[in-house]
């Protein structure tokens, strides 16, 4: 089994605070994992960490075959196979949606604009919402922006793709439709490592769990673990959720 | 003592469009040098920002009159002579460089940082993610507070007149030399300045309305 995304003993301070203490992990190529824990536990640091959102101040981190860790590596190199996903949806609100999926493969990978308009079809049937390509982000449901943020970052074809808590802003009866998205992606054999507090998709389709805590990588097990948790701290979690 | 004629009127309107002409050069140049002060104002390097933030201290700190005398006279000193049109622009070019600068550095970082965040995550280069994700939506915010800047370099460019280039305020002053009505020119120029000024004031503000609209209610 080959890791497609592999921390070694990751630590990240900001400041005085140590918000990774020594995180290690693997992932493998078309695994989904679910990243839990309670805010502050470095849940989404350790994620803006693997794309190096977030400098770390020790271990190693490779990811597709790049060295995160090295100060030398080219991060437009690195990008162009690991996509993100934001809470906030991150969408350029002066850009039509098709812009804004063709704004990378037009600048990135030199796409000509024909060829592009049809990767940003393709993308955007994917997320169901092929009738919204002329819109602009503010005409449409916090939903669909960011199922539209999830198409941007398929367009350019990813290995990995990282969301970091991207329900957490929506309405419950928005969630829905991006989680059915997400989940259709991971049944693709997408590489997926999500940050979220939904518990139920963790569930149903991560491949494994991983619970952190006070900056590391606490308990980690299939979605199961979740009904039969081992330690003290995940069953309090999980208590508290409910 | 003579009467005032035609001639003296256009003489004065001659002086207005040498304002007109001194204020369009500084937009120019001034917002050339300006760019790059911002550029290097929101650079990664602290150094680079350190440096450049001790010249826009310097610049702001400094009066215009002063910038003016510098260029025109102490660079004719060390033998650069450059006339007086050439050095007013000059200078006027390097006082909004440090105002524009600073004034087009806080509309970029206005710019949610997550934008930024967002085209680097999708591989942009430090250029693209300026040029086609940051600048679009800071240019909305800068028009207002760039317009207004320009009302007062265009009031500021009476200061040229100390170098001797005839622009609207010399061209009152050689009148009024001539014809002792104090009242008479200098209040006619400055209803020229008001006329050029006033619509653009009134432009600034409606842009201003425009954008908080904008930002009340999304078309």
Redesign the interface.
């Known amino acids: 089994m080959s890791a497609v995304v592999s921390l070694r003993d990751v630590h990240k301070r900001f400041g005085q605070v140590e918000v990774l203490r020594g995180v290690t992990l693997d992932i493998a190529a078309g695994e989904v994992v679910a990243v839990i824990g309670r805010s502050g536990s470095g849940k989404s640091t350790a994620l803006r960490c693997i794309n190096r959102l977030e400098v770390i101040q020790s271990g190693t981190i490779e990811v597709c075959g790049h060295a995160v860790h090295d100060p030398a590596l080219d991060l437009r190199v690195l990008r162009q196979d690991v996509g993100m996903v934001f809470q906030s949806y991150n969408l350029f609100p002066h850009l039509t949606v098709a812009e804004n999926i063709t704004l990378a493969p037009r600048r990135v990978k030199r796409t000509p604009r024909a060829e592009a308009r049809s990767l940003a079809e393709e993308a955007l049937a994917r997320v169901g919402l092929s009738d919204k390509i002329d819109a602009y982000p503010e005409q449409l449901s916090g939903g669909q922006q960011q199922r539209v943020a999830i198409a941007r970052s398929l367009a350019m074809h990813p290995k990995v793709m990282l969301f970091d808590e991207v329900t957490s802003a929506l309405d419950p009866h928005l969630t829905g439709e991006v989680l059915k998205v997400m989940e259709g992606l991971a049944r693709g054999g997408m590489t997926m490592i999500v940050v979220t507090h939904e518990m139920g998709f963790a569930r149903r389709v991560a491949d494994r769990v991983i619970f952190m805590h006070t900056g590391l990588v606490w308990e980690t097990g299939p979605g199961q673990m979740l009904a039969a948790p081992q330690t003290p701290e995940l069953k309090d979690f999980l208590a508290a959720d409910l | 003592m003579g009467s005032f004629t035609l001639n003296h009127v256009l003489y004065l309107l001659q002086g207005a469009a040498w304002t007109v002409v001194l204020t369009a050069l500084a937009f120019l140049l001034g917002g050339v040098a300006g760019f790059g002060v911002m550029v290097l104002r929101t650079s990664r390097s602290r150094i680079v920002r350190r440096a450049s933030l001790l010249w826009v201290q310097a610049i702001q700190g400094t009066p215009l009159l002063i910038l003016l005398f510098v260029v025109y006279f102490g660079l004719g000193v060390v033998g650069i002579e450059l006339p007086p049109l050439l050095a007013a622009a000059v200078s006027l070019m390097v006082y909004s460089s440090a105002f524009l600068g600073e004034i087009w550095r806080g509309c970029v970082e206005a710019v949610?940082r997550?934008?930024t965040?967002?085209?680097?995550?999708?591989?942009?280069?430090r250029w693209?993610v300026l040029f086609?994700?940051v600048l679009?939506?800071a240019a909305?915010i800068a028009v207002p507070p760039t317009v207004g800047f320009f009302v007062q370099v265009l009031k500021n460019t009476s200061l040229a007149s100390v170098v001797g280039f005839v622009e609207l305020t010399r061209a009152s002053q050689v009148i009024n030399n001539s014809l002792f009505q104090p009242f008479l020119v200098f209040g006619l120029a400055g209803c020229l300045y008001f006329a050029l000024c006033y619509p653009l004031s009134r432009w600034s503000r409606r842009l201003e309305r425009k954008l908080n609209v904008g930002r009340r209610q999304?078309?």
């Open positions: 949610p997550t934008q965040e967002a085209a680097e995550c999708l591989a942009l280069s693209q086609d994700v679009p939506q909305r999304p078309a």
